[in-house]
């Protein structure tokens, strides 16, 4: 409750609907257990967190809460949104951030500490994903960890309460962009493969328990050594 209270307030500036929106989905998103698996950062140091398809900047905002240490960088391809996120940061007084429409092939290399991907792969084809993944990876400084959060197709019953969501989302409310009806909602040893090809580290968290949709995270770690990903 307190998370959703923080997102209310941050989000003051966008119309009641959407603020609504965006409260309704901060309870039903585990958005503070992907932030406890981001370390703290060292007093002195300074680390930066990339949020592809930030949206709203919703997790941008609940991580500098949680991990006031960090350096805040979202981007996403919906200008709109990208306003109002500047919008909500302005009246929140929130500063040490980057928030731009840009897409993850235009960020610099080796630039990230962590970057969060979020529910964001879903909406697109898996044909893409290798190409989007191994530009993260590029993306990450040595040692960097990757947060993918998408949904366990292993836990079938709560897979249909989500599409049946996402088809609401996307088709008939127009609420998420994505293509008509076509979800990417790959099994886990697929993301874990994938991520693994491009040379991430691969740990898996099952973060379903209390919620009725099979949330999923994979954390990739980048090697902090000198070898990069393994040759195909």
Same mark, same amino acid.
């Given at each position: 409750?307190?998370?959703?209270?923080?997102?209310?307030?941050?989000?003051?500036?966008?119309?009641?609907?959407?603020?609504?929106?965006?409260?309704?989905?901060?309870?039903?998103?585990?958005?503070?257990?992907?932030?406890?698996?981001?370390?703290?950062?060292?007093?002195?140091?300074?680390?930066?967190?990339?949020?592809?398809?930030?949206?709203?900047?919703?997790?941008?905002?609940?991580?500098?809460?949680?991990?006031?240490?960090?350096?805040?960088?979202?981007?996403?391809?919906?200008?709109?949104?990208?306003?109002?996120?500047?919008?909500?940061?302005?009246?929140?007084?929130?500063?040490?951030?980057?928030?731009?429409?840009?897409?993850?092939?235009?960020?610099?290399? =080796?630039?990230?500490?962590?970057?969060?991907? @979020? $529910?964001?792969? #879903?909406? *697109? /084809?898996?044909? !893409? %994903?290798? +190409?989007?993944?191994?530009?993260?990876?590029?993306?990450?400084?040595?040692?960097?960890?990757?947060?993918?959060?998408?949904?366990?197709?292993?836990?079938?019953?709560?897979?249909?309460?989500?599409?049946?969501?996402?088809?609401?989302?996307?088709?008939?409310?127009?609420?998420?962009?994505?293509?008509?009806?076509?979800?990417?909602?790959?099994?886990?040893?697929?993301?874990?493969?994938?991520?693994?090809?491009? =040379?991430?580290?691969?740990?898996?968290?099952? @973060? $379903?328990?209390? #919620?009725? *949709? /099979?949330?999923? !995270? %994979?954390? +990739?770690?980048?090697?902090?050594?000198?070898?990069?990903?393994?040759?195909?």
């Amino acid at each position: 409750m307190a998370i959703a209270l923080f997102v209310w307030h941050f989000l003051s500036p966008l119309p009641f609907v959407w603020r609504l929106h965006q409260v309704i989905r901060s309870l039903l998103s585990p958005f503070g257990k992907i932030i406890d698996r981001i370390p703290r950062t060292p007093t002195g140091e300074e680390r930066t967190l990339l949020d592809l398809g930030c949206g709203h900047g919703i997790f941008l905002a609940l991580a500098r809460r949680m991990r006031p240490g960090l350096s805040l960088v979202g981007i996403d391809l919906d200008a709109e949104k990208i306003r109002q996120a500047r919008q909500a940061f302005a009246k929140a007084k929130i500063s040490g951030h980057q928030l731009a429409v840009m897409s993850i092939a235009d960020f610099p290399e =080796g630039t990230a500490d962590y970057i969060a991907i @979020l $529910d964001v792969m #879903y909406l *697109v /084809p898996l044909v !893409l %994903w290798a +190409g989007i993944l191994k530009t993260c990876y590029d993306s990450l400084k040595p040692g960097g960890l990757l947060l993918l959060k998408e949904m366990n197709t292993g836990k079938p019953a709560k897979l249909a309460v989500l599409k049946l969501e996402e088809t609401l989302a996307v088709n008939i409310l127009g609420i998420t962009k994505g293509e008509e009806t076509r979800f990417t909602f790959p099994p886990p040893e697929e993301i874990r493969k994938q991520l693994q090809t491009i =040379g991430f580290e691969v740990e898996e968290i099952p @973060l $379903d328990r209390g #919620y009725h *949709v /099979p949330h999923m !995270l %994979w954390i +990739g770690h980048k090697p902090s050594g000198p070898h990069g990903p393994p040759v195909s």
